[in-house]
C-alpha cells in the first residue's frame, strides 16, 4: 500500500545520501526535518535504533561467518528502506535494485534457502505483489501498491525464499492495520479501505526480525 509521509510531501527533491543514514537527520535537525521543518516523530529514530540492534544481535547469534555477514549487509539496506519509506514515501530502485541482486547472491554461498529458491521467491513475491497492484487498480481506480513495494517484495523473497513469504505478509500487515487503527484512534479519525500505510517499512522490519529468526534456527518454518 502507499503510505503518507509526515514531511516534505509533494515537494519534489530528490533523496541524498544523509537522508538516508539512520539517525542522522534526527540528530542534525534536531528532531526536525532539513528539509522542510517538520517534526519527526519520535518513534522514527527509536525503530531506527531497534532495528540496528536487531543487526548486532543476529550477527553475534549467527555461527557461520559468511551468514553473519550476509545479515549485516541485508540488515543496513532494509534500515535505508525502511528509514526512506517512513521519511519521504519511497522505495529508492537503487536501494531494492541491490537487495534483490544481493540475495541472489548471497544464495549461491549459504545454506539456505538456496539459489532455486531464491528465484522462486523473488519471482512469487515480486509477482504476487504486481497481480495485486493491478487489480486494485482495476477494481477501485487508485493505486494501492506502488511499484516500490513490489521490487520490495522481489528482494524479501530473493532473501527469504518462498516458504517464509506467507508470514512475512501476514505479520507485517498486521502490525501495520494495529498502527493505522492506533493513530485513527489517537487522531479521532476512522480506518477506511484508502486509508495509507507504509507499508513497504512494515515488510522490511518483519523481513528483517524473520531473517534473524530462521538464521539463528529460533524459527523453523
Known sequence: MANASYCCQDSGFKLVSPDLVPLLPWIIGRGRCRHCGATIPFVVPVLELVMIAAVIVTAVLVRDDAQAVA?????????????????????????????????????LFLPTPGFTQALIGAAIGGGSFFVLRFLYFRYRG????????????????AWLGPAWLPPLVLIAAVAGLIVVMLQ?????????????????????????LLWGLMSTGAWEW
Do not use: H, N
Not at 549487509?73 to 537503487?94: E, H, K
Not at 487508485?142 to 520490495?152: N, P, Q, R, S, T
Open 71 to 107: 545479515g549485516c549487509f541485508l540488515g543496513w539496506l532494509l534500515v535505508l528502506l525502511v528509514v526512506a519509506d517512513l521519511r519521504r514515501q519511497v522505495l529508492p530502485d537503487s536501494l531494492t535494485a541491490t537487495l534483490l541482486a544481493s540475495g541472489l547472491l548471497a544464495a
Open 184 to 208: 485513527s484512534w489517537s487522531q479521532g479519525t476512522t480506518v477506511s479501505a484508502t486509508s495509507r500505510v507504509a507499508f513497504g517499512a512494515y515488510l522490511g522490519g518483519t523481513a528483517l
Open 142 to 157: 487508485i493505486e494501492g501498491l506502488g511499484l516500490g513495494d513490489v521490487k520490495l517484495m522481489a528482494g524479501l523473497g
